[in-house]
């Protein structure tokens, strides 16, 4: 897949403070004329190109205002960790509720929704599954991209807002440990995925998983290649110097046993 | 399956004063020695062998003392209906989220869960489905359920608490229309799946379809005969009063064409 | 499954001369007012509820006459054994197609078509089949039903005419050998299973296998139970007699190895 | 089903001075002419329609002679419980190849093999599972038992020699735990199914689980339906009084968790 | 890959007057001594290493004449796009049935069918199909293919004869619309598909979906491995260009939600 | 995947004289410190890196010497063609049973075992298979080494002893014949894929066939991408000299037919 085109007048990212949020900043310019940023607190400034929406994604008519006019969402938005269920509610379940009702309302008809690999986390590190696996959400934040998942199907079948679910493994400058090489996703590639979902002429309701073209991995992008992602990094290259700094996986440890590691060990909160 | 057996101590059943609720409150004190009842508000006196514990389900502390002292747990608490999302969003996610906090807490290790068919019901009437197919929800309604078959898998995988998710189909004294014909449950059969769910010596993690031995049916129980159920009623008795009382369906309403009936078609509120 | 119900005004029933046709001439009486028969030659008088409209399967004309005004269409007509191309293709490919293009002219909305074991009939009698399995098919004759079943998908996938596929076994009032204790279906099963195709709320396009409730058999109906097929007979009160008139098969013939018998040897003409 | 017939004029029963041997030793009489009965060791008088072959199922010269002659065999023989590796290679590995050579060599084309539901120990209790899912054996007797299967599959596809690999579950008077209420298969049943095996036209190579027709069960037998076994009887009038003596299991012992039992404990020896 | 070998004496194009047949009939050559062309009609001279021998494929003797001599067909005659079924009648069924009938007689073992991505048009832009997905034809074209698969699936059970139904998608120059950028096959690739199931040592019957190694693709051919086709060219590199020149799919309308495009909305004749 | 990394302080290789024994011998060193070699006879002098422990497979105190003190296994060791059964008996079932009894005994917690293609070589050439298809060994070399599959399955599901089993191809320094086209795994593939399987974080219980990166193939790998083997070289270069020198498959002959090849027909001994 070569360079993006600017597929998109004006698109959304929310999240886009945090971390992959800061990562797609830039590199999604070249998929629209216009990004509109928006996270929850001020971050600064709009620069060329961008402008600048906040809004509290538990609140309704600032997520309307946020989604009024954008031709499609890049949804990074919300909690991205394992925390009490409150703020998950709030952030992860109440607000992906706004974000798809204020879709409809503005004739939104095309999301990218950062789901979670949490939501498959307990299938062990030695099975690969496939987007069709039953859910098996290790923690509470699994649970609600779960939820997320299942509202985009809804709206997709009753409304037909289409929605790529992008189930991210570990999206960082570079793999932390031995897991990670089989989770990673650069941020270029990271952004290959998304600029995809955003330009392929028809995309369904989608479930991907999101990892670079490692040689160890769990997941099978099989049933999405409508979607067109095509890789072009890889953990390998970092595979030796991980395997220098970190010790070999205790197998009677629950992190090392199951696809969401340590998060499946995490909370309760 | 014989009569089922005192298999329990105290059990408790939320929702008792709805439909279902009230057509199980007699049939399951076989199954116990004491039947604690609880729906949100006031709903009459306790019989002999009952004891009655109102909560409302969003109010965890009440929801922990509902929990408190019981071996199991039959949830048909919460809304039944596509509705609004606030009301869904307080009874039916985060009132099964205190649910389950408080049989972690309390140690409760075997939950019958109420979901619905609604969770599948924008698949096709001429398909026919088992427990892994992926969700597809007709609603608000039956995301929030999928969201309960999802965290109650989450309680199982990280804290072994056993739950059979029943997606009950159309369970009343006798079928109303033709839909009714394939997705109907009498109350007796109703009875004798969570019967079987309570007593079954292992439940795991289980999705069971709700309904009778109807001839025309929609879904496959195949994965979960380690349930032990076994339906001794059908629909087929009420067929030809059914034929003549309503006309033949048009397959240019989705209410026709899809599982979950009119529930395809229903708000949004 | 009760007694069929008079779902129906007016019904085909095209083959009404041939062996089936006659058995379902007047067992068929009780699902419509009027019976309308047709086969290509004269084969006497209607009788009370019949009328008769003669045709040619392979003559569009006489073919649109015998749709005009009929609301759902039993298609046994054509050939029904191995045979040279040339009549097969007049018959069952010619004339299955004058049939579709005809009820899709006058609306005609439902049809059970009469197909064959034979579709798949290269498969082994130790293997059990379902609906999705590819085609196989043991002749000439078989690769015509399996035209029709592509036919019939065709018409509804595009003009939404519904189509059961009934892969008829051996329908025969009692089985003839061995092979048959598999395939038997009874005259009065016949009739269930086209009854239920008739009146089944929503049939889509299905393909059934049409067997009695035989303790051999290599088939699997799982994906057609909302067509809501119960059969009655069996074929095993017959089978002491069929293995005293028979000697044991030759795992060395072909015959004896595939499902579909003698036909994986017929021809060619 | 019916009463089986005498479809063998003479048919060996290897194992016949065991608990399953002595529960056939009678009913299989029905099946031939002769019943050829062999042990390892004295076990009493042929009587009527018998007669006794004794032989050690490792000496190769002993099993020729036992199985020269006979139409078919049932195979019981061998080791049926956890043991020691010696005894389980001499008895169930080169004696189940001993006995396939005597068959290739004197041309018997059909053999009963008593496999286990111990080849697949390890699938859980609360899985359904059926006779494709690949083996997960739950000790040295399983993995022997495994082997079985896999010896006469070769020696059906490459000697033509038909084999029902048939997984016994637990096979009393009736069940003892809650465990047998879904493995238990009786004697009659037990019948049932070996007399199937021995007269369905083509057997092929199949693996059915032998259990009665219980309520609770793990098994599937859909992809084995040409062998055409009914089950008659069930553990569920055993229910209650095995409920009433027994406790109810405790997840945290594999025993409880793993569809063997208290066989994945077993050894080692 | 590398280059095609000359795997025949002499190989029998037909169809070599249209389309694909001109962009075949230069790089066959490389693949046979003796590159057969035929088409119903004169389309001029034979060059170096051609001959060519003109039939009807509706008629059996010129077929048959067509066909004497050949060691291998690569069969692309017929009608390509939906039509009348008067036409198809002849060219794509009768024509095929004369097609595999000659080749029998003369003993010709191996043949290449140009099937069609039309044989499963009715699938949806966002499923990926693989070959044993059953047909869902999207016209009488879409229908006529599926009878050549399912004649030579005959052929081959009956008579040995190998053919590979390569389900061609878009083979142009280059991909002429946001569709074809998931169908698209350009005629090198073509070529190469075609090589490899000329030239494998063991090609059995085969159903092959024939496209390049574009990003974006609808079809998975996992299952015909053995043919070993490996496609060098992409869509891909034309993809801004076609972006730029056409405008996004609007999904209310059939051609851009089913996989067959603009097919099925063709018709009727 | 780069150059191996020194994973393990002592590893063992059993049939280190054998022909693929003496392709690992060196390529090996690089995965370890100290390269411990063993076969049942003395084959000349340990070089530096290397140790020496002879050892007969069938003798269980020689293999507890030889397992003792290594870190890991991979074990080739044993009879790798088709033979008698006594001889396989001893080294192939009886060995590994005595291998991994020490390496229970000594704590080694991951083995790499050659299992063999020819586990599932009755399978045809037609057909794609992945690890998850029923053994269908083609003779008594083939049941050997799925009985070392099952084995290896029960002590990971019990004692937690990953093992790969690596269903090897054929494994030479070029491909002999046309079905090796398919088979051929070069050396450094076959170093790679063990590299792989010691290295990788999780292995659990896999099984993975051994095949270079060849365009036709017969295998699916798709189900052990946690191993993280990606293979480098290909058959490809060697096709056309293959070709040149070796004549068309007949279809006729079961070597040509089945996967196994020439396997198929060996023996009996």
Chains 1, 2, 3, 4, 5, 6 share one sequence.
């Not at 402008?51 to 309704?60: F, G, M, P, T």
């Not at 290790?138 to 998942?149: H, I, P, R």
Request: glycine content about 8%; charged content about 20%.
């Amino acid at each position: 897949m070569k360079t993006p085109m600017k597929t998109h007048h004006r698109l959304l990212l929310t999240g886009a403070a945090g971390g992959l949020g800061s990562a797609l900043r830039d590199r999604l310019k070249v998929n629209c004329e216009t990004l509109r940023l928006s996270d929850k607190s001020s971050f600064g400034e709009a620069q060329a190109g961008e402008e600048i929406v906040l809004a509290d994604l538990a609140n309704a008519a600032e997520v309307d205002t946020m989604v009024a006019g954008v031709d499609a969402i890049v949804h990074l938005g919300g909690i991205s960790v394992e925390a009490a269920f409150e703020p998950i509610l709030q952030a992860n379940i109440l607000g992906v509720y706004n974000l798809y009702e204020a879709a409809r309302k503005h004739g939104v008809k095309r999301v990218v929704f950062a789901s979670s690999n949490h939501v498959t986390g307990f299938y062990k590190q030695s099975e690969t599954i496939h987007a069709d696996h039953p859910p098996r959400p290790d923690g509470l934040y699994g649970v609600s991209k779960a939820f997320g998942e299942d509202l985009s199907r809804f709206y997709f079948d009753r409304y037909g807002i289409e929605t790529a679910c992008v189930r991210i493994g570990s999206s960082f400058p570079e793999p932390k440990d031995r897991r990670m090489l089989a989770t990673w996703l650069s941020f270029d590639d990271l952004h290959r995925l998304v600029s995809a979902c955003l330009s392929t002429p028809v995309l369904g309701h989608s479930i991907v998983f999101g990892m670079s073209n490692n040689a160890v991995t769990w997941w099978d992008n099989s049933r999405a290649r409508h979607v067109g992602y095509v890789p072009q990094d890889s953990s390998d290259v970092f595979r030796e110097a991980v395997y220098a700094r970190t010790s070999a996986p205790d197998l009677n440890d629950p992190a090392a046993v199951y696809q969401g590691g340590a998060f499946v060990k995490a909370g309760p909160f």
